[in-house]
């Protein structure tokens, strides 16, 4: 009897075997702990290879790293955001959903998921997704993005709640201070998004984008000469910006320095910039 109970698990093995290498069989997920060194030089090249813009590379990077764990989230997470920065969002919204499957309280995720429902314009949803990611955890970043998307859905005072909110958890954000005031001079309070334009320049002196922004509150006070100023720096720090161009040829303009000013509209036509009907 014992004969022929190895000689009948003995063949179970090899039907098995047949059946693995024939393809017809699944074999089992591996665990948690499988192969934990492979895994994580899956991710470093796949991250890697995200840093230095080859998001196809990334993308296979990840999947080596799913097959190797699939039921860890972290892989999906950034498979899904090199699928978005590659102008994928549907499949990065997929990755993401996986990841939340897997482990519902790791926030990255959420504000992956969160950042491809905006790319394709659905702001609820990225809300949604950015609310969920603070839940979890406090993070500043996380209520700058939920700001950024209150700010393109027109509900301004929940954004520049949520800036307030990411400038108590972390005082020297340059990007906090900027989208506060982006979101204070859309509700025409200049002289507050002026004084936050500022902060971040001074936490952040190089940045262009807070030059130009400041520059055009400058302008909509009507104090040309430092619209000027601001986006002169600006234009040092970024000289291929044709809309910079054009409003410091506007700026000028006003100023009754008509010279100045078509030198700068010409340069922002050689720059392909042409400004919108409502400009």
């Not at 665990?31 to 230095?52: H, K, N, S, V």
């Not at 020297?172 to 507050?192: S, V």
Request: with cysteine; glycine share 8%; aromatic share 10%.
């Amino acid at each position: 009897m014992k004969t022929q109970r190895v000689i009948g698990l003995a063949l179970v093995a090899i039907v098995l075997a047949a059946l693995l290498l024939g393809g017809l069989l699944i074999p089992l997920r591996p665990t948690a702990d499988a192969r934990p060194e492979a895994y994580a030089a899956a991710l470093a090249r796949g991250e890697d290879l995200f840093r230095r813009g080859d998001f196809d590379g990334a993308i296979c990077a990840f999947t080596d790293a799913i097959r190797i764990r699939p039921g860890d989230a972290q892989a999906y997470d950034l498979r899904g955001a090199a699928e978005r920065r590659k102008g994928e969002p549907d499949k990065a919204i997929a990755d993401c959903t996986e990841a939340v499957r897997l482990d519902p309280k790791y926030s990255d995720p959420y504000e992956t998921r969160g950042w491809a429902y905006e790319d394709k314009g659905d702001l609820k949803r990225a809300i949604d997704d950015y609310t969920a990611a603070i839940k979890i955890e406090r993070r500043a970043t996380y209520y700058c993005f939920r700001g950024s998307a209150y700010t393109r859905k027109g509900e301004l005072d929940s954004a520049i709640a949520d800036y307030t909110q990411a400038v108590r958890i972390w005082p020297d954000d340059a990007g906090a201070y900027w989208g506060r005031g982006t979101a204070l001079e859309k509700k025409d309070e200049l002289d507050k998004a002026i004084a936050d334009f500022s902060e971040s320049l001074r936490l952040e002196p190089e940045n262009a984008i807070a030059h130009f922004s400041r520059a055009l509150a400058w302008c909509r006070k009507g104090e040309y000469d430092k619209a000027i100023a601001d986006f002169s720096e600006g234009i040092r720090l970024r000289p291929n910006d044709g809309q910079a161009f054009y409003y410091r040829g506007i700026a000028y303009q006003n100023m009754g320095d008509t010279g100045k000013a078509k030198a700068d509209f010409a340069r922002a036509s050689k720059l392909r910039y042409t400004p919108a009907k409502n400009e």
